[in-house]
């Protein structure tokens, strides 16, 4: 396989999903990402759980202040309309389903919506943070992975066999070859890269992908 | 993105008949009385909306706010905790008569149930109410040997709220003992709609000092020298007003 | 029956047991006497369900705010450290037990503690407020009443039979002739009018008086 | 009434062995450096607090703060949701080999926990969890046709944070996401000391703009400027300092 998406383009693509004013959190690390391709003319307000809602991009190097960081610990800083708040008001917003998106990585999602992003197992210590919150928070629960592992196998299967981060959860998933929804227990194949053969595809997905409708080329810029 | 609405007719246009309408204030402190009244306006030019059910802490004073709207006939059911007042004889003539239907909750638990609303928290146990009527046929549990009452969250389609100041994105400030039920209804409502004393750009209110953040607030209405339900009390206001 | 304490006088009596930097709810009505006599050199600090703490005493007439009240919906004054909170903080810190002491008014109390004082039966509008969350939620929970019903019943009683407001909650009850202790179950009879003998006080009071040690002559200032 | 107490060794002085202790911070943002090494100093002085169970968000970073205490042995248990940081080989350590207990709660789990604690609701529901390793063993139910994991309260014998500004009779503001859990863990512990940067006098902070009135809290020390977690770790410090 040689032509895919960088981590760039797939945060590309999930961005062009984000609408204007949604409330939208990224999950620590590679979802950060997103933040940087907003679409001109568009604005999202992002949220992070450690209580700050409306917050601007990372400081310049030796300008951050450690009172005034994100999820991952990241510096980040204040914009017109930031609002800061305890952390029980901030699960308020994402358990009681008022942010619009929310954007994860993933180890394995499964075909039913089923999301495992925290856990690769027994071994090593274990480290939840707000995942499993914010999978049955948000309004949309999108993830964006590689479409397979470092090793080849399939992110994408039948049934997660990590452990679990939430149940029937995901609706969307960006991948470094397509844009897959899922929708009543399916995988259903929205978009692919051009070069791409849906059966190639298929053989790098652990689960059927069934096509309603058009499947359109993901076309993505040089990032 | 910018939650300002021109008018209050045009920011209450869209509340349907029988809808749940969260309305905040204690008494008359932080009563959205012009957010009301443009609901009452429209009722009166339209025949809606009716059959609504309102939640509120008490259930009107004299006959403006939501006394008005109660006397108007477009409340079916109130859910409130006190509904007493200097001039109770709205409610208390409707009530009687069996034609509005009351939830009585005490007061704790009606602010825990509607933060648990927005919260995403569908039930949670209070000490509360323990073997009293209102925990009748609820359910009870045990914990570290003391009992306690099993209470669902409550939500609404719209929420009535007054603020002090509010910024274009809908974060808000609130005016001393008017805050009381407005941050909850504001998180545990569909829609939230404010009436606010004074507007500013993003960054003219401090991050510290918002109390309710912009992402529990839908649409904004100026709402300059707001009516003291109070004050229209004692001086014998009635809405719509009686022409001779 | 011709000697007996004033409202102000139980007030007054009631007032003597709280200690200087008490959080203290009064409820509605004759409870919020209290406040007015407050031993000299010691300050309570009062809450009001409707979100203010540390709230100081009524203003002039013509100087009240209508956003400034307390639940009685009564105008107060700001005091240099009060606070101002929303509803569901309020009762975190009424359910939550970080109240010292809830004086509250009573229809009924019950030797086993039981409280009536939101309803007298099926007639008129029931109407609760706040009075079933203090009585589970403060460390303290006292009643000041008459003696006395109106009519002359005792409202000291071995079963509350108006609906109940809280089960076992209150623990000490100053009436308008004894003050009286709720421990196991009983009532246990602390102080007294000089004037009046135990027999006729316990002919007013529909439970057995106990006595256990001393019971102490219930000395007022003329008011 | 004053809340103030002079020294930081005074303020930790009556935690005792095997106490429950609430620690604010998210990472290094909130984390009350200072209280937490007065903590460490008694313990190295006089071999107590230990045994404790510690709450936090995180198990500590570096080997400043929680890490710290862990690193001197103090700390048997850990309840947190996120016990990884850029340097977490304390904790992993002492994990690894059996010598820490660890229970994880997801975050927001946890902050509801903590406030169910400081607002007397001994369990509630949350959606967060359900079918997953974390929710084994709990009583699961559904509402609305959708499923929930009961909940219980978390409460602490003792509270550390580290607060902004505070008047005597402890109302206090909070700087910028430093505020994170404090105000919630000030709810839910029966003793809450607090650090602040800033001292003033009852009147000195403005009633709409206390976040944590000061009937949670029962002690505060002047801390002037406060050492910041990340720094010291960024300059790769230890406490207690290892001097040659």
């Known amino acids: 396989m040689t032509g895919k998406l960088t981590n760039a383009q797939i945060a590309w693509r999930a961005a062009q999903d984000i609408q204007d004013g949604a409330y939208v959190n990224l999950g620590i690390g590679f979802p950060e990402m997103v933040a940087r391709f907003q679409p001109a003319g568009r604005q999202a307000i992002f949220h992070t759980e450690n209580g700050i809602l409306g917050f601007g991009e990372a400081p310049a190097a030796g300008e951050e202040d450690w009172d005034l960081i994100n999820a991952g610990k990241k510096a980040v800083t204040i914009r017109p309309g930031t609002a800061f708040f305890h952390h029980a008001d901030s699960f308020a917003m994402v358990r009681g ?30 480290a939840v943070g707000g995942a499993m919150d914010l999978v049955h928070g948000a309004r949309r629960v999108a993830v964006i992975t590689d479409h397979v592992t470092k090793d080849g196998r399939p992110k994408l299967v039948q049934a997660c066999t990590l452990p679990l981060t939430g149940v029937a959860c995901v609706t969307r998933v960006y991948t470094s070859l397509a844009v897959v929804d899922i929708e009543g227990g ?8 051009a070069a791409l053969s849906f059966d190639d595809l298929q053989s790098l997905t652990g689960a059927p992908l069934h096509v309603e409708g058009d499947v359109t080329d993901l076309t993505v810029p040089e990032l | 993105m910018d939650k300002r609405i021109a008018s209050l007719a045009d920011a209450t246009a869209e509340i349907g008949d029988g809808a749940t309408v969260m309305i905040g204030g204690f008494g008359g402190s932080g009563a959205p009385i012009e957010l009301i009244h443009a609901l009452i306006d429209r009722f009166l030019a339209t025949g809606s909306p009716t059959g609504l059910t309102v939640i509120n802490n008490n ?10 709207m109660i006397e108007q006939g477009m409340v079916a059911r109130m859910i409130c905790s006190f509904p ?6 709205v409610f208390t003539d409707r009530y009687q008569a069996g034609r509005i239907a009351l939830e009585l909750v005490p007061q704790g638990t009606l602010a825990e149930r509607i933060r648990a609303g927005g919260a995403g928290i569908p039930a949670f146990y209070t000490p509360t109410g323990f073997g009293t009527d209102l925990a009748e046929g609820k359910p009870v549990a045990e914990f570290d040997g003391r009992s306690y009452v099993q209470e669902r969250w409550l939500k609404a389609d719209v929420a009535l709220i ?35 004393s004074h507007v500013v750009a993003p960054g003219g209110i401090d991050p510290e000092a918002v109390i309710t953040p912009g992402i529990f607030v839908d649409a904004l209405v100026h709402v300059p020298d707001p009516a003291q339900e ?9 809405y719509p007003e009686v022409t001779a």
């Open chain 1, 97 to 126: 389903g008022h942010l619009d998106v929310a954007i994860l990585g993933a180890y394995q999602v499964a075909q039913n919506g089923d999301l495992a992003n925290w856990s690769t197992g027994p071994k090593g210590v274990p």
């Open chain 1, 186 to 193: 399916r995988f259903v194949l929205r978009e692919k890269l």
């Open chain 2, 59 to 68: 259930a009107g004073n004299g006959h403006v706010g939501i006394a008005a």
């Open chain 2, 84 to 89: 007493r007042s200097a001039d109770p004889v």
């Open chain 2, 162 to 196: 007054k603020a002090e100041t509010g910024d274009h994105l809908g974060n808000l400030t609130y005016r001393m003992a008017a805050r009381n039920f407005a941050p909850l209804m504001a998180m545990a409502a569909t829609r939230t709609i404010v009436q606010v």
């Open chain 2, 230 to 238: 109070e004050d229209l009390n004692r001086a014998g206001a009635r």
